[in-house]
């Protein structure tokens, strides 16, 4: 028998779960004190809900018959829940501002650094249509990002109001506009030539310079009709919100992300220095999803960080450190020193919350100290029956390897200053 | 269409995640001052690892074909996928102490406080036959239970070892061996009556009487046989430590936990007044499963909390606080005061770690103050031109209704100070 893993899914041992963790904890803290609160949904969603949006990501999700026959399926995101949430919940108060960190599951083709089942961080306000609440979740979410060590990083922007009042303006709307853009998304990976030649197989080559001619600063956009007069307002409010935070932030009408999903403000970010990171957080204004599984006009935004690849970068990049344990201190009995002695002085460390452990092996102590260092816990305490008589520990310093006999009644003291 | 969640599913709004989120803080705080590290795996595991240890629970749990036509499903518990990492990664220093906080799933019928989905936190130190490391992960799973607030409860612990040690002495072994003790397992739900006359239509009535001499102190269990000796042994031993400990517990041969999974110490948690919740922490002594994954002699022992029927119970019983926001601090802007304002008293905020959020929605106070009540935010900043010129804000307690102006440079001291 092979007993392995699902193809497209990963452990996290400890000397990763210990940093991801840390991670999710920075995440989480932060997202608190932006006065986000958690909403917890299940991994199982209905077939109806899950396909609300749009029957064609189908083939990309997890769907199965359950034992009635009623068709359910893992989610693929925290944003669908949320609307079902919404629409179940009317008497939830509006803005709705929740949070969710867990895992979400995608049938795609397991390729390097691609899994098919990964935490996302997301948070959203449900109930604001202002620009400013675009502005709330970026200002949460970036503020994450630093928080976690992210290296220099900056925002890109666009609006959706934005492309489809430009489209209006030059007669492109409906079917051939979601091709141009759908076209005009891949510029950062096929460059302008690339671009061009796709547009030319599409026969929506003739609105390319036109296209360019937003390619300006927010302040010196178009501004002759109702809609491009409102994307311009929202466009030039959100880029002084982000000025007036410091988050570095640049408008680019080439970043689009899926035009029959958002529906105003659109953003993703990206490191300087590790552009072929890809984004590492994402979102935008999406007005028109809860409505679908609500009936009510509920307009939404919200950012998103991909934990695991963002976990996976920085450990790559040796931004953060591992730790194969989270024990500090090992406790290592010796000769025929009682167990009442061993467990009095292991309780001492945790009642001080100093994270401890012992032998639990009945092992001699130079395999005690291999299994200490193995592990890279710092400090171990030898207590024997001498020290069971005199109230001591025997202090060994890992790192140094420097000895001393410490009182218990001065031990927690004499921790905390090495640790 | 009708979107609602799957049926034996649930979600956790805000009032309940946050108090539900704290319980997990404090489990997870815990088990890491114990020395425990945290491992993720992943939800989805092969049908092969799901069924290794029996095929008979294939109705139970979720199972179903992946794209690819390879039979995958949802883990039922974090100790089988414990054991396929065990076996995957035999560089792992032993012993292994893991916990896992996480959701599994189960296709039992739905019924009251029966959820199809739901968390467990658990515990397992895997590589230590001693009865020390079973007694180590009682201790950890009753600390977290202390710290969490739950009312007085006991340890009632048993050994497979004596159970299997006594059937032999009396000649029950095998299949009439489970059977028994599958009828005995029953005694608190049926009584001894109601134990008698299922053993008597199963033609065992005859043990009974012996396995009431069972019914004694620890000290006291026969030791006519080696099996007997040692079993005896292991129990004094756990005794001994659970009193060192100061951890409530008793001995008591009629809780033994399914025979087929256990082979040694096992133990349930019940709390004093309130037994008809059933057992809110147990667990036991495992030394066979991981052999089944990895062909490698690996003993190991864990203690599992239910962490959403404890929620569920703690609820009920009022124990624990809803709140319906983690904001503490709304900051309401009025009239024409600037966003450059409004954003520099948020951020103030926020920095030092103050939750705290402000209108997104373009509101009057009116409507401001009714939502920050309906939330119940304890605070609200008041910030119009007046204050934004004087550097102030107007603080309005919503507890007591009180108002006053506060300096910028004071603002967070005050706010320590009241919250």
Same mark, same amino acid.
């Given at each position: 028998?092979d007993?392995?893993?699902?193809?497209?899914t990963?452990?996290f041992?400890p000397?990763?779960?210990?940093?991801?963790? #840390?991670?999710?904890d &920075?995440i989480?803290?932060?997202?608190?004190e932006?006065?986000f +609160?958690?909403?917890?949904?299940?991994a199982?969603e209905t077939?109806e809900?899950? !396909?609300?949006?749009?029957?064609?990501i189908r083939?990309e999700?997890?769907?199965?018959?359950?034992?009635?026959?009623?068709?359910?399926? !893992? /989610?693929?995101?925290?944003t669908v829940? !949320?609307a079902?949430?919404?629409?179940?919940?009317?008497?939830l108060?509006?803005?709705? #501002?929740?949070?969710?960190?867990?895992? $979400?599951? @995608? %049938?795609? /083709?397991?390729?390097s650094?691609?899994?098919?089942?990964?935490?996302?961080?997301?948070?959203? &306000?449900?109930?604001?249509?202002?620009?400013?609440?675009?502005?709330?979740?970026?200002?949460?979410?970036?503020t994450?990002?630093?928080?976690?060590?992210v290296?220099?990083?900056?925002?890109? %922007?666009? +609006?959706?109001?934005? &492309?489809?009042?430009?489209g209006?303006?030059?007669?492109?709307?409906?079917?051939?506009?979601v091709?141009?853009?759908r076209?005009?998304?891949?510029?950062?990976?096929?460059?302008?030539?690339?671009? @061009?030649?796709?547009?030319k197989?599409?026969?929506?080559?003739?609105y390319?310079e036109?296209?360019?001619e937003l390619?300006?600063?927010v302040?010196? *956009?178009?501004?002759?009709?109702?809609?491009?007069?409102r994307?311009?307002?929202?466009? =030039?409010?959100f880029?002084?919100?982000?000025?007036?935070?410091?988050i570095?932030?640049r408008?680019?009408? /080439?970043? $689009?992300r899926? *035009?029959?999903?958002?529906?105003? &403000?659109?953003?993703?970010? %990206?490191?300087?220095?590790r552009l072929?990171w890809?984004s590492?957080?994402?979102?935008?204004?999406y007005d028109?999803?809860?409505?679908?599984?609500?009936?009510?006009e509920?307009?939404?935004?919200?950012?998103?960080?991909?934990?695991? #690849?963002l976990?996976?970068?920085?450990?790559?990049?040796g931004?953060?450190? +591992?730790?194969k344990?989270?024990t500090? =201190?090992?406790?290592a009995?010796?000769?025929?020193?009682s167990t009442?002695?061993?467990?009095?002085?292991v309780? !001492?460390l #945790?009642?001080?919350?100093?994270?401890?452990e012992?032998?639990?092996m009945?092992?001699?102590l130079?395999?005690? *100290?291999?299994y200490?260092?193995?592990?890279?816990?710092?400090?171990?305490? $030898?207590?024997? +029956?001498k020290?069971?008589?005199?109230?001591?520990?025997?202090l060994?310093?890992?790192?140094?390897g420097?000895?001393?006999?410490?009182?218990?009644?001065?031990?927690?003291?004499?921790?905390e200053?090495?640790?």
């Amino acid at each position: 028998m092979d007993f392995t893993k699902v193809r497209g899914t990963r452990d996290f041992l400890p000397e990763d779960e210990i940093p991801r963790q #840390r991670i999710i904890d &920075i995440i989480r803290e932060t997202y608190e004190e932006f006065g986000f +609160s958690p909403l917890e949904t299940p991994a199982l969603e209905t077939a109806e809900v899950l !396909l609300a949006k749009s029957e064609s990501i189908r083939d990309e999700i997890y769907l199965f018959k359950d034992k009635a026959g009623r068709e359910i399926g !893992l /989610r693929f995101d925290h944003t669908v829940p !949320l609307a079902r949430v919404v629409a179940e919940n009317p008497q939830l108060p509006l803005p709705f #501002r929740r949070y969710a960190i867990g895992k $979400v599951w @995608r %049938y795609d /083709r397991p390729q390097s650094g691609r899994y098919r089942e990964f935490t996302q961080a997301d948070i959203d &306000i449900v109930g604001s249509k202002d620009v400013l609440a675009d502005f709330e979740v970026v200002w949460a979410g970036t503020t994450a990002l630093k928080r976690i060590g992210v290296p220099p990083f900056e925002v890109l %922007y666009n +609006s959706r109001r934005l &492309i489809d009042a430009w489209g209006e303006g030059v007669g492109l709307t409906g079917r051939s506009l979601v091709e141009f853009v759908r076209t005009v998304d891949k510029w950062f990976k096929i460059e302008e030539e690339g671009v @061009r030649e796709e547009l030319k197989s599409k026969g929506l080559e003739g609105y390319l310079e036109g296209f360019k001619e937003l390619f300006v600063d927010v302040s010196e *956009l178009p501004e002759d009709t109702e809609p491009l007069r409102r994307a311009k307002e929202e466009l =030039i409010r959100f880029t002084e919100y982000l000025e007036e935070a410091k988050i570095p932030a640049r408008f680019d009408p /080439r970043m $689009v992300r899926g *035009l029959d999903y958002y529906t105003g &403000i659109v953003f993703e970010t %990206y490191v300087r220095e590790r552009l072929n990171w890809g984004s590492i957080g994402s979102g935008g204004r999406y007005d028109e999803l809860i409505r679908l599984l609500s009936g009510r006009e509920v307009p939404a935004t919200g950012y998103s960080i991909g934990v695991d #690849r963002l976990f996976s970068l920085l450990k790559e990049e040796g931004i953060i450190e +591992s730790r194969k344990t989270v024990t500090k =201190i090992y406790v290592a009995p010796v000769g025929d020193v009682s167990t009442r002695y061993l467990l009095e002085v292991v309780e !001492l460390l #945790r009642s001080s919350k100093i994270p401890s452990e012992y032998d639990v092996m009945g092992r001699k102590l130079r395999k005690q *100290l291999e299994y200490a260092d193995s592990l890279g816990i710092p400090v171990v305490l $030898v207590v024997g +029956s001498k020290e069971e008589a005199e109230k001591t520990v025997r202090l060994k310093d890992m790192r140094s390897g420097e000895e001393k006999e410490v009182k218990l009644s001065e031990l927690v003291e004499e921790l905390e200053r090495l640790l």
